[in-house]
């Protein structure tokens, strides 16, 4: 069993920046494919950013290409997701989400929930215009 819990979220001015973290229990995390999604209210859950075990591979989805960055220490069971230029539309809650199934490139089944096997309880990030 794995636990997540997600910290770093918060109320910012858009344009502002934000470093969400997610910190994990078990001994096998350098295994595990890591995801950050998020959901607004109203909306369906939605995919972020994922990373491979070894940190070696990244994909976004392209609402947030090029300001957001995932990256993970696997010395701390913490996967991070800093985020940049945040707008409005950012809102969310964010959650974190483990897939024991690693894998050496993320792949397109790692923007879908039903992927992963662990989820945190998630932590709102609010821009504000």
């Known amino acids: 069993q794995v636990q997540l819990v997600e910290s770093g979220g918060g109320l910012v001015q858009a344009g502002g920046s934000l470093r969400l973290s997610c910190a994990a229990s078990?001994?096998?995390?350098?295994?595990?494919?890591m995801g950050w999604f998020r959901q607004a209210p109203g909306k369906e859950r939605e995919f972020v950013a994922a990373i491979i075990g070894s940190g070696g591979s990244t994909y976004y989805a392209d609402s947030v290409r090029g300001r957001f960055t995932i990256s993970r220490d696997n010395a701390k069971n913490t996967v991070y997701l800093q985020m940049n230029n945040l707008r409005p539309e950012d809102t969310a809650v964010y959650y974190c989400?483990?897939?024991?199934?690693?894998?050496?490139?993320?792949?397109?089944?790692?923007?879908?929930?039903?992927?992963?096997?662990?989820w945190g309880q998630g932590t709102q990030v609010t821009v504000s215009s």
């Open positions: 078990g001994r096998t995390f350098s295994s595990y494919v």
């Open positions: 989400a483990a897939d024991s199934r690693d894998s050496p490139v993320v792949r397109a089944v790692h923007t879908s929930t039903s992927r992963y096997d662990y």
